[in-house]
């Protein structure tokens, strides 16, 4: 009974039908082969790649990438060609006690750059980063909010600025480690990390 049980699997095995589908056309040959607008060839552009429409105009509004949008991060600083890849993923502590809270990041444009250049300039140092921050929670009397900033080293000299009124306010920087900047906010705005001497 054994062997004709193993015969049978066997036999089925081998002579099994293998199933093939023929891949789905690319959105170029799609939109290569319409005779839509070329809006509606962005559109099935966009869905094929697996971002949504609404997402990519979305990013788009806010002068950033795709990736930048849906990551909460900038990757790209106008006027700043080495400036760090930061992002911020929530966790915000808010007028001291823990929360889900994230604080979006929005981009610079080149005129707040370089402000930031003239201030590092005035300090001796380099900016790292420049970009605005924006939550759900618009007021707060403090918030301690943990940047990632990918290049950052434990113990590097980095002071942060905000652009208050036209003038940039040195915010408390709480911890620097790698990769990470913590500081404490009293509110949204352009803030600047500034990499400066270390003391003497």
Known sequence: MKK???CTLIGAMLCGMTVSAAGS???ATVSGNSSS????STAVAVEASGVSATVEAAAAAENKSVGEYTNNAIVET????????TG?????IINGAPSNVIFFLTKANAATVKDAKA???ELGGKVLSV?????????????QVNFYMKGVKAGQSIKVYQKVNGAWVEVKVVEIREDHVVVDM?????????????AQ
Do not use: M, R
């Not at 607008?37 to 509606?40: D, K, L, T």
């Not at 970009?131 to 918030?143: L, M, P, Q, Y």
């Open 4 to 6: 004709l049980i193993a």
């Open 25 to 27: 056309p690319s959105a």
């Open 37 to 40: 607008s070329s809006s509606a």
């Open 78 to 85: 106008p006027g700043l060609p080495d400036a760090l890849p």
């Open 88 to 92: 911020q993923g929530g966790h915000v």
């Open 119 to 121: 201030q590092a300039t």
């Open 131 to 143: 970009f605005g921050t924006k939550a759900v929670v618009g007021k707060f009397e403090s918030a």
């Open 186 to 198: 009293t509110s949204h705005g352009t803030l600047a990390f500034i990499e400066v001497p270390a």
